[in-house]
């Protein structure tokens, strides 16, 4: 969250950006300052920031493996290789991991980077998945 301070006046805008400056306009000192979203947690130390890191990265592999279990059951539903692999859809994904990573302020790139090969590997269990389907 962004907030503009002039004295008296407040003004709250959207943004996760971490800087702070001081700009003149007309003649006013205005102090600028951009804080993170207010529900990221503020650590006090090195060891509470890695506790935290900790605890996301535990998250980040539980909802992968998650992920990766609903991907096996798609692979169920459809039909032919063309279906697993899902080019359209994929392509979805991606754009909208992108679109995320910005509202977020992070990397779009980092991000579909990170998706294009977790999203590689996982059709490619989907097609493990289908064509042990198709001999049984």
């Not at 007309?26 to 993170?36: D, L, P, Q, T, W």
């Not at 535990?58 to 290789?81: C, D, P, W």
């Not at 302020?105 to 042990?132: A, K």
């Amino acid at each position: 969250m962004t907030i503009l301070e002039n004295h008296e006046k407040i003004i709250y805008l959207n943004c996760y950006k971490s800087v702070n400056s001081i700009f003149i306009y007309r003649g006013y000192n205005i102090s600028f300052k951009i804080v993170g979203d207010p529900k990221m947690k503020t650590c006090n130390s090195l060891e509470e920031v890695r506790e935290e890191i900790d605890k996301i990265d535990y998250n980040l592999v539980e909802l992968i493996s998650e992920r990766s279990h609903l991907i096996r059951q798609a692979a169920g539903f459809k039909n032919s290789i063309a279906e697993v692999k899902a080019k359209d859809r994929v392509d979805f994904i991606l754009q909208r991991a992108r679109h995320h990573a910005i509202e977020l302020g992070i990397s779009p790139n980092t991000i579909s980077d990170l998706f294009s090969i977790m999203i590689n590997e996982m059709v490619e269990t989907e097609i493990s998945e289908f064509r042990n389907k198709e001999t049984f």
